[in-house]
DNA sequence: AGCCTGCCCTGCGAGC
DNA sequence: TGCTCGCAGGGCAGGC
């Protein structure tokens, strides 16, 4: 679940605890997520400071005082959770939420810094998400990176950007968004609101997409992450707490999940398809 | 190289 | 009530 807005979210929660803080200690409860972790993960951050809590697509990076880089990726289960020992500003926002999975937390950061300490829960309970430790000088070179396309909600990503990386491909435009190396940050909720917004169907060719329909796929996808941005953050501000990770947005889903429930737009029947084995949800009206 | 399928992992809901 | 089955999704390996 957690794709763009979600990640952006998480980091901003994330940020005060880390962000000028350093690492008292770290400890794991098994030596792998979905990858191994890396090696001397826990002695390598122990004692590094945060100079800054970045995001990449849906990957949240740490720079660290050390030259190297701690990657995280939340894959689709996986949870942060705050908790802080100085009296907060934001009362309430600190309970321990992990401790209702205890079984699936699996990193903990123990952070200090100049605003407090606090203890940082990573839970995961399908273990989806990994962790990594890359040198920062070389980070837009990493396996993880390399290949990534432009960042949404930035000036790398523009109508003439994205006509050029869906040329010549075969692929259905649903499939291309979907696929990190031709936009960052997109996963199939949001692929599909933005193909509804931008009126293009799903299953549309996307070489057929270059141009001015592109220039629309564009606009609508920074649309759609703007929005749910703002409606994820504001019942996940204090995402220390978050039960869910979709925020509010869930419930302002104009084709997601609503298969057979009529368009917002035109009144006909939500669609559902299977693409490269995921579902895919739009209207057959609004959508050409 | 592009494209597709299957796999990883666990929780949950549907169906029997 | 309790079991099994299939689905959810992000990224990657392996195949064509």
Known sequence: MPELPEVETVRRGLAPAMENAGFETVTTARPDLRFPLPARFCERLAGAHV??????????????????????????????????????????????????????????????????????????????????????????????????GPEPLSPALNAAVLSERLIGRNTPIKAALLDQAVVAGLGNIYVCEALFRAGVSPRRTARTVPGVRAARQCDAVNAVLTDAMEAGGS????????????????????????????????????????QSGRSTFYCGRCQR
């Open 235 to 274: 019942s996940l501000r204090d995402f220390a707490s978050a039960q869910g990770a979709l925020g509010y947005f869930q419930h302002r889903f104009a084709v997601y999940d609503r298969a057979g429930e009529a368009c917002h737009v035109c009144g006909n029947e939500i669609s559902r398809l299977v």
């Open 51 to 148: 100079e800054k809590l970045s995001r990449r697509g849906k990957y949240l990076t740490a720079h660290l005082s050390t030259a190297e880089t701690l990657i995280m990726h939340l894959g689709m289960s996986g949870r942060f959770t705050v908790e802080t020992k100085t009296e907060g500003e934001r009362p309430g926002a600190f309970h321990y939420a992990g401790a209702c999975d205890p079984a699936h937390d699996h990193v903990v950061f123990r952070m200090a810094g100049a605003a407090g300490r606090a203890r940082i829960v990573y839970n995961d309970p399908r273990r989806f998400g990994f962790m990594d430790l890359v040198e920062t000088a070389s980070l837009d070179q990493c396996r993880h990176f390399a290949k990534m």
